[in-house]
């Protein structure tokens, strides 16, 4: 089985750093995703990574260490529009041979204040 | 490009009524996924196809669940004898069959409403 877990809710200031951890066991690892989702949208893609270390893109950075089953996403100067749920989620493999189900965890609420 | 497609955005359906969702993924890209999502939660995956081929299914997907993809294009997905517990966003995606970030890059939908009274 697959567990995934993120905080559910943080609140951070405009203009500030806020770090989105999530921890995850799974019997076999195939990449780990970012998705910011707003309310009421579909979610849309913000990073993967596969290899340990850190993936950057313009604001966004994402880390991966797969020994310690962590990631974290990492948002620099924050904007109101930032405001929205995080999922984190793995993507499993079996038998040596990739699957293509993402598991997500239940995403991290964030608020950006003023 | 206009991205992922579903139709319809919401729908109201009594207990025991058949519904269903299409998906008309992105042209290019032959991967196609379904997800069910409720309040607070993460998106359950469903199913997955390769072109008209559906190659993985999840426990969810009970014997009144049944996706189609018959033209490696647009997709279907039908929920026979709607139960309130079905009561969900229904999200598809669609991805490029390649390795490495452009193969993993999936786009979802805006998702289908279903509510079940």
């Known amino acids: 089985g697959q567990n995934i877990d993120q905080p559910t809710e943080m609140t951070a200031t405009e203009g500030a750093i806020v770090q989105i951890n999530c921890t995850y066991q799974t019997s076999g690892f195939n990449g780990l995703f970012w998705y910011q989702q707003h309310a009421g949208e579909a979610p849309t893609f913000l990073s993967y990574?596969?290899?340990?270390g850190l993936e950057e893109k313009g604001r966004f950075s994402s880390f991966l260490s797969r020994s310690k089953g962590y990631s974290y996403l990492l948002l620099k100067e924050l904007q109101m529009k930032d405001s929205a749920s995080y999922l984190c989620?793995?993507?499993?493999?079996?038998?040596?041979?990739?699957?293509?189900?993402?598991?997500f965890g239940k995403g991290t609420k964030l608020s950006v204040i003023p | 490009d206009t991205g992922v497609s579903q139709n319809p955005r919401h729908k109201i359906t009594k207990r025991g009524q058949n519904v269903t969702f299409r998906c008309d993924p992105i042209?290019?890209?032959?991967?196609l996924y379904w997800y069910r999502q409720t309040l607070g939660q993460g998106p359950e995956f469903l199913t997955y196809f390769q072109n008209e081929a559906q190659l993985e299914k999840s426990r969810l997907l009970s014997d009144r669940f049944s996706a189609e993809r018959p033209k490696g294009s647009f997709s279907t997905l039908e929920i026979q004898r709607t139960e309130q517990g079905d009561s969900a966003m229904y999200l598809c995606a669609s991805s490029l069959a390649s390795t490495g970030v452009a193969g993993n890059t999936i786009y979802f939908g805006e998702g289908s409403w279903l509510t079940v009274v």
């Open positions: 990574n596969v290899l340990d």
């Open positions: 042209s290019e890209h032959n991967r």
């Open positions: 989620a793995v993507r499993s493999s079996y038998s040596g041979a990739g699957s293509y189900q993402l598991t």
